[in-house]
């Protein structure tokens, strides 16, 4: 395969000169590395050591590496997880929280899929559903899997196969692993087109809902109660996690809570993190539990 080939399905930024690039050193990163250069453009590679395994390391010296090879510019920050639950997300928030701001992450098309299921069975509502993945850029987003392994391949790059890739525990590796082919097992079709399809009509859609949500103020309950629901509940969304300075956990589940306290059914409702919503003279507020 040549690289060239799938520049005009990349969207690499043009706001940098030089772009900074979350190289992992699996072959969706290293193939995004691969193709911004055919690209043209100048690029750092950063990596993150999550010491999660004990041969990380060997991931770090393979990107370091690999940038020596591309003659650019390589960054290696180590960040430490201390022992809890939801290690995927806390993982991820450490990632990005030592990756530069406007990051380039190597995301495809297959990952985009994934994330639309498993936010449809979390109950992340429409902007779960849409999958917008717009936290960082994802100038690959439109390629599949299979075709940055070909990417890697026509480099004569053999890349980093994670473990944890294939670990169950997992919940996207069951999604990939499971779900996914039984979906296409089921309806003769593969998903993954599909499903990206549904995410850019829900987006759409959203778009919408979010431009009038903008308009309502989340803190005045009869402005919420007067919104039709789906606009007043993304006000809610919106505000809450603004305050909040965070979108984990706040599911449509929370924001149908926080509803009822809006139209006077209930006096407050929790959220995640040790808050809740309360009402107090038709406005509302956020303020830790037991206040």
């Known amino acids: 395969m040549d690289p060239v ?3 005009d399905r990349c969207s690499f930024p043009a706001w940098a000169e030089t772009l900074p690039l979350a190289v992992s050193g699996g072959a969706d990163s290293v193939a995004m590395a691969l193709l911004a250069l055919h690209a043209g453009r100048d690029i750092t590679i950063w990596h993150v050591d999550h010491g999660l395994r004990d041969d990380s390391g060997d991931d770090a010296r393979f ?27 806390r993982a991820r928030d450490a990632r990005y929280g030592a990756l530069p701001d406007e ?8 990952d985009r899929a994934e994330t639309v299921l498993l936010n449809l069975f979390r109950g992340a509502g429409l902007a779960g559903v849409a999958a917008r993945m717009a936290r960082v850029h994802r100038p690959i987003l439109r390629l599949r899997r299979h075709e940055t392994e070909a990417v890697c391949a026509a480099a004569g790059i053999v890349p980093r196969d994670d473990p944890m890739n294939r670990d169950s525990s997992f919940r996207r590796v069951g999604v990939r692993a499971r779900l996914m082919p ?10 993954v087109p599909l499903l990206n399809r549904h995410a850019d009509l829900v987006a759409e859609a959203l778009t919408v809902i979010e431009d009038a949500a ?21 006000a809610l969304r919106r505000w809450i996690e603004s305050e909040l300075g965070t979108a984990a956990g706040i599911d ?40």
């Open 5 to 7: 080939d799938l520049l």
């Open 63 to 89: 990107v370091e590496e690999f940038a020596a090879r591309l003659g650019v510019p390589f960054e290696l920050r180590a960040v430490e997880l201390a022992p809890g639950g939801d290690l995927e997300a």
């Open 103 to 110: 990051v380039c992450v190597g995301h495809t098309a297959d």
């Open 182 to 191: 039984a979906i296409a097992e089921e309806f003769g079709r593969d998903p």
């Open 214 to 234: 903008a308009t309502v103020d989340a803190t005045d309950a009869a402005a919420v109660r007067a919104a039709p629901p789906a606009i007043g509940a993304e």
């Open 252 to 291: 449509r589940a929370a924001i149908d809570r926080v509803m009822l306290v809006a139209d006077g059914t209930h006096v407050a409702a929790e959220l995640p993190g040790g808050h809740r919503v309360a009402r107090t003279g038709g406005v509302l507020r956020i303020e830790p539990r037991g206040v």
